[in-house]
């Protein structure tokens, strides 16, 4: 069964500090996405990645970065954590047209 | 770049009527729009999708259509079942499908 996998279910920060979120896929795709969910906002595209070692800012990457050292692994990485990134994050690969979307991380940052 | 509404943003129907979800999107360029449904606590995941070459699409009680001239596409769901109960989300994409641009979801609740 085909899958990506997000490291943590839920996650409690404190402001400032540095963040790692962690996502593997299993299905060799080369597109990778970091998307938040906020209510009332949907899913909105932090960054994504279409190759090892590439990244692209999607909508919303101020106060984030990420990481692709190999194929499988997205990172996300929240540099100093504030409160208004308390939300959920969903990672994604791609490989056309198939999508594939893990089961999302819960950040809550106080 | 895109821009993709959605509505309603909830909707609730009894058991058994059908729902009907609307989206619009911006840029002609978009030719994929696919349709995801999450569950609580799930990612979403896709349950139909349509590209720009086809009119309507049908899965068992699950059905999209679209409107190319109009930049609108809809899911229709009948006979609907509890289980149907979640949020979904519409969204559309150009060649590559390198981004998606989703729309703010629509969360369903069936009434048995």
């Known amino acids: 069964d085909v899958k990506v996998t997000q490291s943590s279910r839920y996650l409690v920060k404190r402001t400032g500090e540095k963040v790692f979120l962690e996502c593997v896929q299993d299905m060799d795709h080369e597109n990778m996405f970091w998307y938040r969910q906020d209510p009332g906002l949907g899913l909105r595209l932090i960054y994504f990645s279409y190759d090892v070692k590439m990244k692209e800012k999607g909508d919303i990457p101020e106060g984030y970065s990420v990481s692709r050292e190999k194929k499988e692994r997205f990172s996300l990485i929240l540099e100093s954590a504030s409160t208004n990134q308390t939300s959920m994050y969903l990672c994604a690969s791609s490989s056309a047209p198939q999508w594939i979307f893990g089961s999302g991380t819960r950040l809550t940052v106080v | 770049g895109e821009n993709v509404e959605q509505h309603p943003s909830t909707l609730s129907v009894q058991e058994g009527d059908s729902a009907v979800i609307k989206c619009t999107y911006s840029?002609?360029?978009?030719?994929?729009f696919p349709w995801y449904k999450q569950e609580l606590g799930k990612g979403p995941q896709l349950i139909i999708d349509?590209?720009?070459?086809?009119g309507e699409k049908k899965d068992q009680r699950i059905a999209v259509t679209l409107n190319k001239t109009a930049k609108h596409f809809s899911l229709h769901i009948t006979e609907t079942q509890p289980e149907d109960s979640a949020v979904y989300f519409c969204?559309?994409?150009?060649?590559?499908?390198?981004?998606?641009?989703f729309g703010i979801g629509t969360k369903l609740q069936v009434i048995p």
């Open positions: 969204a559309a994409t150009q060649g590559g499908y390198q981004k998606v641009t």
């Open positions: 840029d002609s360029a978009s030719n994929y």
């Open positions: 349509i590209r720009s070459n086809v």
